[in-house]
T-cell receptor, first 111, second 111 residues
């Protein structure tokens, strides 16, 4: 079946850039998403990229998509302690409302 | 305010005692889904619905039931809960089958 993989942990210093990586297997992906989950909270949609785009920038967030390698990344510039959370990459399986999630990457930002 | 609501937010129950987790959305969305979140596994889809009276199994449907009698509501039913259903549950809705809005989550403990 379709699969999405992420590394589980990332630790950075405040002010540095964070890069969270994700790989997926579905060659027919339409949208790919990044969700943020703060402790004890639900999932917040951070950004998404359509499959015919290579890059999308939204303030401190940059999403890069390499369709050939099926690789997606989220770069957070000037990472702040408030960015500490779990970040999930998700792939749209079909238009039936199904998302395939990665395991989540726990980002820890040290002052 | 557009939102997805779930109740209860926290539930502790015993093995075998039937329970229902309610989910409601006020965005007139056609697509609704239930996910469970477990450490190291990300979110996995339990069931989804593409419209009233149309439901289908996700990746981990065993031990769960759903119904979609009205567009706004999509309850999750555990007829005979077991400890391996201890998890964090999220309901989500979508208007276009792609972008999903998540509820705040229900933390279920089955002893």
């Amino acid at each position: 079946g379709e699969d999405v993989e992420q590394s589980l942990f990332l630790s950075v210093r405040e002010g540095d850039s964070s890069v969270i990586n994700c790989t997926y297997t579905d060659s027919s992906s339409t949208y790919l998403y990044w969700y943020k989950q703060e402790p004890g909270a639900g999932l917040q949609l951070l950004t998404y990229i359509f499959s015919n785009m290579d890059m999308k920038q939204d303030q401190r967030l940059t999403v890069l998509l390499n369709k050939k390698d099926k690789h997606l990344s989220l770069r957070i510039a000037d990472t702040q302690t408030g960015d500490s959370a779990i970040y999930f990459c998700a792939d749209t399986y079909n238009q039936g409302g199904k998302l395939i999630f990665g395991q989540g990457t726990e980002l820890s930002v040290k002052p | 305010e557009a939102q997805v609501t779930q109740n209860p937010r926290y539930l502790i129950t015993v093995t075998g005692k039937k329970l229902t987790v309610t989910c409601s959305q006020n965005m007139n969305h056609e697509y609704m889904s239930w996910y469970r979140q477990d450490p190291g596994l990300g979110l996995r889809q339990i069931y989804y619905s593409m419209n009233v009276e149309v439901t289908d199994k996700g990746d981990v449907p065993e031990g769960y039931k759903v119904s979609r009698k009205e567009k706004r509501n999509f309850p999750l039913i555990l007829e005979s809960p077991s400890p391996n259903q201890t998890s964090l549950y999220f309901c989500a809705s979508s208007g276009d089958g792609y972008e999903q809005y998540f509820g705040p989550g229900t933390r279920l403990t089955v002893t």
